[in-house]
């Protein structure tokens, strides 16, 4: 899917620009035409001969160095990309590119694109945790930047943690996913719950659970990608939503709900990844309740269950709900698919490292009324949602065929 490409490789100045030239050389093989564009510091880590050798052309670092005087360069390299990738991307390159400072090849370049931007971050452990980096990371992602997220380990520095650039491999899967998004959802209204919901004990306190947003906004871009109108009723979450879809924010489970019925008589397809409370307080209060005695009694409601209420009510919509458990999984999973009314319904044990809230991957399986539909690794959780989203895409597809 990326012969005949044109990927613009912006390599900017860290030891990790060694794995560029593995990336470079990959991509190369598989018939893309790789333009390398390298910053100045970039080349006291690898030399330009390298990047040169592998794809076959010109390295461009220099923004005054003009080879050929029909075109002007930057403009060239950025109008003629379908893709531009920036592995590794130092603390410096994000920070310019969210702020819309061009002072070299590579920034000018990214400035005039109008092609997909790919950034693979690679930085020490505490730079990539700083405020202003997260900030110029939610700026960028805000405005449709896409990112590969850097891996955990043992950095240059000495230091161990996140920071270090993703492998050349899972650089070249992400480019992949971008290529081969499709349109299988094309023209396709996709309403999609995310975050998690609070119930409010009073205007200072509330009850809530640890719902991260990750899950339900990684499904949210996907389906963007795939050609859907997406519209994503949000509770809080830690993180920014995708560009480009319709975002409804919504703080209770009641808010949540009637946000979801106002929508769902349009909605093709409906994800329901949000973490909502199933109990709410009788009685909030509306000013502070003092602290008085020793203890506290909060007498809770239940909530009305979203999931069963729109698999009761659903005509044409094709439902996918989520269940995050801690034990029995597979026998809940089983019981809620059906009870619930859901065409397909996600399990993941909140409890197994590397799945669950707060975290960037996922481990799930996904069940169908008759059992066990499949059962997918530890991987991001934009990948988990391009699977979902393709086993979804799937199953539309062969209903239309039946009723057809």
């Given at each position: 899917?990326?012969?005949?490409?044109?990927?613009?490789?912006?390599?900017?100045?860290?030891?990790?620009?060694?794995?560029?030239?593995?990336?470079?050389?990959?991509?190369?093989?598989?018939?893309?035409?790789?333009?390398?564009?390298?910053t100045e510091s970039a080349t006291h880590f690898v030399?330009?001969?390298?990047?040169?050798t592998l794809s076959r052309h010109d390295v461009a670092?220099?923004?005054?160095?003009?080879?050929?005087?029909?075109?002007?360069?930057?403009?060239?390299?950025?109008?003629?990309?379908?893709?531009?990738?920036?592995?590794?991307?130092?603390?410096?390159?994000?920070?310019?590119?969210?702020?819309?400072?061009?002072?070299?090849?590579?920034?000018?370049?990214?400035?005039?694109?109008?092609?997909?931007?790919?950034?693979?971050?690679?930085?020490?452990?505490?730079?990539?945790?700083?405020?202003?980096?997260?900030?110029?990371?939610?700026?960028?992602?805000?405005?449709?930047?896409?990112?590969?997220?850097?891996?955990?380990?043992?950095?240059?520095?000495?230091?161990?943690?996140?920071?270090?650039?993703?492998?050349?491999?899972?650089?070249?899967?992400?480019?992949?996913?971008?290529?081969?998004?499709?349109?299988?959802?094309?023209?396709?209204?996709?309403?999609?719950?995310?975050?998690?919901?609070?119930?409010?004990?009073?205007?200072?306190?509330?009850?809530?659970?640890?719902?991260?947003?990750?899950?339900?906004?990684?499904?949210?871009?996907?389906?963007?990608?795939?050609?859907?109108?997406?519209?994503?009723?949000?509770?809080?979450?830690?993180?920014?939503?995708?560009?480009?879809?319709?975002?409804?924010?919504?703080?209770?489970?009641?808010?949540?709900?009637?946000?979801?019925?106002?929508?769902?008589?349009?909605?093709?397809?409906?994800?329901?990844?949000?973490?909502?409370?199933?109990?709410?307080?009788?009685?909030?209060?509306?000013?502070?309740?003092?602290?008085?005695?020793?203890?506290?009694?909060?007498?809770?409601?239940?909530?009305?269950?979203?999931?069963?209420?729109?698999?009761?009510?659903?005509?044409?919509?094709?439902?996918?709900?989520?269940?995050?458990?801690?034990?029995?999984?597979?026998?809940?999973?089983?019981?809620?698919?059906?009870r619930k009314k859901c065409d397909l319904l996600v399990?993941?044990?909140?409890?197994?490292?590397?799945?669950?809230?707060?975290?960037?991957?996922?481990?799930?399986?996904?069940?169908?009324?008759?059992?066990?539909?499949?059962?997918?690794?530890?991987?991001?959780?934009?990948?988990?949602?391009?699977?979902?989203?393709?086993?979804?895409?799937?199953?539309?597809?062969?209903?239309?065929?039946?009723?057809?």
């Amino acid at each position: 899917m990326l012969k005949g490409k044109t990927i613009v490789l912006g390599v900017t100045g860290g030891i990790a620009a060694y794995k560029a030239a593995a990336l470079c050389s990959k991509l190369a093989q598989a018939g893309a035409n790789v333009r390398v564009v390298m910053t100045e510091s970039a080349t006291h880590f690898v030399a330009p001969l390298t990047f040169q050798t592998l794809s076959r052309h010109d390295v461009a670092i220099d923004t005054f160095d003009e080879k050929d005087a029909s075109v002007v360069s930057h403009i060239d390299l950025a109008d003629s990309a379908d893709l531009v990738v920036v592995a590794p991307a130092t603390a410096n390159v994000i920070a310019k590119l969210a702020h819309g400072i061009a002072d070299d090849m590579l920034t000018t370049t990214l400035l005039a694109t109008e092609a997909p931007i790919l950034v693979a971050p690679a930085m020490n452990v505490h730079m990539y945790a700083h405020p202003a980096v997260a900030e110029n990371m939610r700026i960028l992602h805000s405005r449709g930047v896409s990112f590969v997220e850097p891996g955990e380990g043992q950095l240059a520095c000495g230091y161990v943690g996140k920071g270090r650039l993703a492998e050349p491999e899972e650089i070249v899967r992400a480019i992949e996913r971008m290529f081969d998004s499709g349109q299988s959802l094309a023209g396709k209204k996709v309403i999609v719950t995310a975050g998690g919901t609070i119930e409010r004990i009073d205007p200072v306190r509330y009850i809530t659970n640890d719902s991260s947003g990750k899950m339900g906004y990684a499904v949210a871009e996907a389906a963007k990608r795939m050609g859907a109108h997406v519209t994503l009723i949000t509770g809080k979450a830690s993180v920014v939503p995708p560009a480009g879809v319709e975002v409804v924010p919504v703080d209770s489970t009641l808010d949540m709900l009637d946000a979801m019925l106002a929508r769902f008589s349009d909605a093709d397809v409906v994800i329901k990844a949000a973490a909502v409370a199933d109990y709410r307080p009788a009685r909030p209060s509306d000013k502070k309740i003092k602290k008085n005695d020793e203890t506290m009694t909060l007498e809770l409601v239940k909530n009305p269950d979203i999931l069963q209420t729109i698999g009761e009510r659903k005509t044409k919509q094709f439902i996918v709900g989520f269940a995050a458990e801690t034990d029995n999984g597979e026998r809940y999973a089983m019981d809620k698919v059906k009870r619930k009314k859901c065409d397909l319904l996600v399990l993941n044990d909140v409890t197994v490292p590397g799945a669950g809230f707060g975290v960037d991957t996922n481990i799930v399986t996904v069940f169908d009324g008759s059992g066990l539909v499949a059962s997918l690794p530890q991987m991001s959780k934009l990948a988990v949602a391009e699977r979902l989203l393709a086993l979804v895409a799937e199953r539309l597809n062969a209903r239309g065929g039946s009723e057809a």
